[in-house]
């Protein structure tokens, strides 16, 4: 650990996986730095602690998404976008793209993060609300609630909402 | 002659920087870990990296689109 330790939370909100990276590549890395990282896990984040991940990019509401394609980027138009198959499409294009630039997958990252002791919690509330079962999620997670985030917050120097 | 050498080619952020730490842990106090890269990135992300966990970045180069850094592990 450095001589001046600080330490970080991040408050992952979102599933899909675009936005499953952010929290994962921020918190690994800072633990990789010698800080103290705790992820809390809340609506629609709270399916990244599943064992079994199947992420999908949303290609609807997302209408800045360009991927390169024959040298070129390539949006869709948003009418497009509910069109069924697209967005497996869509993910599928996304992990081929993964795969070939050297960027680590999220079941990559999330491994590191638990190596690394980053610390993980999961609302018991979106649990409770969405009909999720801790025996599904990954070993080694805890269960809290807003207070418990705050008191983590109230103690970390860097606090994110992603 | 470093003492670890990792070989982080192909790989991109923030992989290096994590394989770094990884391998890091195998080098003895006052060690060196030879680490040779392809990501732009690691560029600046390895001279934070040192500066945040205290080891010593020793040495940078780049020769025809490989990134080699030297780090010597600073003793806890």
């Known amino acids: ?162 | 002659m470093a003492d670890h050498t990792l070989d982080a080619k192909g790989l991109n952020c923030p992989l290096p920087i994590l394989k770094a730490r990884k391998a890091l842990k195998e080098v003895p106090d006052d060690g060196t870990l030879e680490i040779l890269a392809t990501d732009p990135g690691a560029v600046a992300d390895f001279q934070a990296f040192c500066r945040q966990t205290g080891n010593e970045l020793v040495e940078h180069s780049e020769d025809d689109g490989i990134y080699r850094f030297l780090i010597k592990k600073t003793p806890k």
């Open chain 1, 1 to 162: 650990m450095s001589a001046e330790e600080k330490s970080m939370s991040i408050i992952v909100t979102k599933g899909s996986l675009d936005w499953a990276y952010p929290p994962f590549i921020l918190a690994t890395t800072a633990a990789a730095m010698g800080l103290p990282v705790t992820m809390f896990f809340t609506f629609y984040g709270l399916p990244l602690l599943l064992k079994k991940l199947n992420l999908q990019v949303t290609a609807a509401g997302n209408p800045a998404m360009k991927m390169p394609m024959m040298g070129m980027h390539m949006g869709l138009p948003n009418l497009l976008t509910a069109v069924p198959g697209i967005d497996a499409g869509c993910s599928i294009m996304m992990k081929n793209l993964i795969k070939k630039k050297g960027v680590a997958s999220i079941e990559e990252l999330r491994e590191m993060a638990v190596e690394a002791e980053v610390r993980m919690i999961a609302c018991q509330m979106t649990l409770d609300l969405f009909e999720y079962d801790k025996a599904d999620m990954i070993e080694g997670i805890d269960i809290g609630g807003a207070a418990t985030y705050i008191e983590v917050a109230s103690q970390s120097d860097i606090n994110l909402f992603i």
